[in-house]
């Protein structure tokens, strides 16, 4: 049974800086891929960033790149979101995501396994 557990989310300022991190448990997650995903109230879940655990590669939504980082360790099966210089729209819970595949896939729907969720809040 896979788990994710999110963390690290909290209030900031805007221009600040969070770490979220994603505990995966549960299965070799080599070939899977990670996603990040955020909900505002009232919004569709939408597409953050996502990670290939086996190459490390990455891909970002455009509305983060350039603020927003994906890393994984391997020893410690975690995901870490790196996420700099935010702005009071990156309010949201965020939640980590996986599936199956090394395919990149940006819809919630293609991710069957979740987390709870973190609480992002950034004050402007």
């Known amino acids: 049974q896979v788990q994710l557990v999110e963390s690290g989310g909290g209030l900031v300022q805007a221009g600040g800086s969070l770490r979220l991190s994603c505990a995966a448990s549960?299965?070799?997650?080599?070939?899977?891929?990670i996603g990040w995903f955020r909900q505002a109230p009232g919004k569709e879940r939408d597409f953050v960033a996502s990670?290939?655990?086996?190459?490390?590669?990455?891909y970002y939504v455009d509305s983060v790149k350039g603020r927003f980082t994906l890393s994984r360790s391997n020893a410690l099966s975690m995901v870490y979101l790196q996420m700099s210089s935010l702005k009071p729209e990156d309010t949201a819970v965020y939640y980590c995501?996986?599936?199956?595949?090394?395919?990149?896939?940006?819809?919630?729907?293609?991710?069957?396994?979740w987390g709870q969720g973190t609480q992002v809040t950034v004050s402007s």
């Open positions: 990670i290939n655990w086996s190459d490390g590669k990455a």
């Open positions: 549960g299965r070799t997650f080599n070939t899977y891929t």
């Open positions: 995501a996986a599936r199956s595949s090394s395919v990149v896939r940006t819809y919630h729907t293609d991710y069957p396994y």
